[in-house]
């Protein structure tokens, strides 16, 4: 129950995206289609889940006993760089079209600090080796379920009759804003 729990406070309550403010660039600039909404938001939870088995495995086995901790934030910047880099190779061998579709914000995840933050709090926070993982997941899906929502928005407002001056950028952040308000409305429920 612990681990379902940290997953949903990760995912929902805590949501990187709209509580935390951590990976606004990709969520404003990648959720104006819901498929390549869908695909960084897989890319990017798959990169949350092997940063978190790494990281904790460089945290807590070399970094720690080692007395090496002023090391952390350059070793996981590095960590989340190979694997960044491991995930564009891949989808670029996989699905061209997603790939074309994630453009430039694919190589950006490695400078999405959702990522890096994701690292940091479970190193900060003392989390198990399980309790990571489930992090990293619910992180992961916290993060895809925002895109997703922007997304599915954002599609909407394409037909939907908004006034000129409201069109583009600052609809897209008025939405963000009331979604992240929506989401901090989550806080109360868990004391």
Do not use: H
Request: hydrophobic fraction near 60%.
């Amino acid at each position: 129950m612990e681990y379902f729990l940290l997953f949903i406070s990760a995912a929902i309550i805590n949501n990187f995206v709209l509580s935390m403010f951590l990976g606004i660039c990709p969520f404003i600039g990648v959720s104006n289609k819901f498929s390549s909404a869908l695909s960084m938001g897989m890319a990017t939870t798959f990169v949350m889940v092997i940063t978190a088995v790494v990281s904790w495995l460089i945290w807590f086995l070399v970094l720690v006993p080692n007395n090496l901790e002023f090391l952390q934030i350059p070793a996981f910047i590095l960590v989340i760089a190979s694997l960044v880099q491991f995930v564009e190779m891949f989808i670029k061998k996989v699905s061209q079209p997603i790939y074309r579709a994630l453009g430039i914000f694919l190589p950006l995840i490695t400078t999405n600090c959702a990522i890096l933050g994701l690292a940091l709090l479970i190193a900060m926070k003392d989390y198990s080796f399980l309790e990571g993982i489930f992090f990293g997941l619910g992180a992961g899906a916290g993060f895809t379920l925002a895109l997703i929502i922007m997304a599915g928005i954002r599609e909407e407002l394409e037909l939907a009759d908004v006034p000129k001056p409201f069109r583009g950028a600052p609809i897209t952040l008025i939405v963000a804003g009331l979604l992240a308000l929506a989401f901090m409305g989550f806080a109360g429920m868990i004391s």
